[in-house]
T-cell receptor, first 112, second 115 residues
Framework: DAKTTQPPSMDCAEGRAANLPCNHSTISGNEYVYWYRQIHSQGPQYIIHGLKNNETNEMASLIITEDRKSSTLILPHATLRDTAVYYCIVRLYSGNTGKLIFGQGTTLQVKP | DAGVIQSPRHEVTEMGQEVTLRCKPISGHNSLFWYRQTMMRGLELLIYFNNNVPIDDSGMPEDRFSAKMPNASFSTLKIQPSEPRDSAVYFC?????????????FGEGSRLTVL
């Protein structure tokens, strides 16, 4: 699986959009980009994933560049409860679940 | 749905003792994962199963660690003998497999302290 690079930490003001970047320059054509987050002491939680196109769900939006070498997770209106470690993961997915390898992630601190 | 259930939530034991962590995956999920999390090493994948069969155990630290999945609704991770460096939070996760999103559902974790 391709490796990812994320900033170690970021701050965001409550109510503003949080934009979390991820570089995955060695991604291959059949690898997906996944985002998970881990709120203190809890198990990681799935947020969103995508292959080529931008994706949106009730939690967030995922913007993947045309060359697929980087992506951005957007939390449109961050709240204090969004304070967490956010993991960007690149992973092969073929229909049968393969392994998910976590990096160090970005610690997002949402401030009042 | 009850989610992934892990037990015990907290375990304190002495070096050399056997530790058994348990996991009940979400009903109908056919993949199960064991992870370990420490401050130093972050989240590490130890082993995962598809349809009760171990697929990749390359993350298991050493022979002191063993994992089993006797049926689709139960898995154990055993450490024998335990050592202080095994202190960590151990997470179990399950996934539906098939043509789904590939999402993993994590349990609340088992916090192990080895004195």
């Amino acid at each position: 699986d391709a490796k990812t690079t994320q900033p170690p930490s970021m701050d965001c003001a409550e109510g503003r959009a949080a934009n979390l970047p991820c570089n995955h320059s060695t991604i291959s054509g059949n690898e997906y980009v996944y985002w998970y987050r881990q709120i203190h002491s809890q198990g990681p939680q799935y947020i969103i994933h995508g292959l080529k196109n931008n994706e949106t769900n009730e939690m967030a939006s995922l913007i993947i560049t045309e060359d697929r070498k980087s992506s951005t997770l957007i939390l449109p209106h961050a709240t204090l409860r969004d304070t967490a470690v956010y993991y960007c993961i690149v992973r092969l997915y073929s229909g049968n679940t393969g392994k998910l390898i976590f990096g160090q992630g970005t610690t997002l601190q949402v401030k009042p | 749905d009850a989610g992934v259930i892990q037990s015990p939530r907290h375990e304190v034991t002495e070096m050399g003792q056997e530790v058994t962590l348990r996991c009940k995956p979400i009903s109908g999920h056919n993949s199960l994962f064991w992870y370990r999390q420490t401050m130093m090493r972050g989240l590490e994948l130890l082993i995962y199963f598809n349809n009760n069969v171990p697929i990749d155990d390359s993350g298991m630290p050493e022979d002191r660690f063993s994992a089993k999945m006797p049926n689709a609704s139960f898995s154990t991770l055993k450490i024998q003998p335990s050592e202080p460096r095994d202190s960590a939070v151990y997470f179990c996760a399950s996934s539906p497999g098939g043509t789904n999103t590939g999402e993993l559902f994590f349990g609340e974790g088992s916090r192990l302290t080895v004195l």
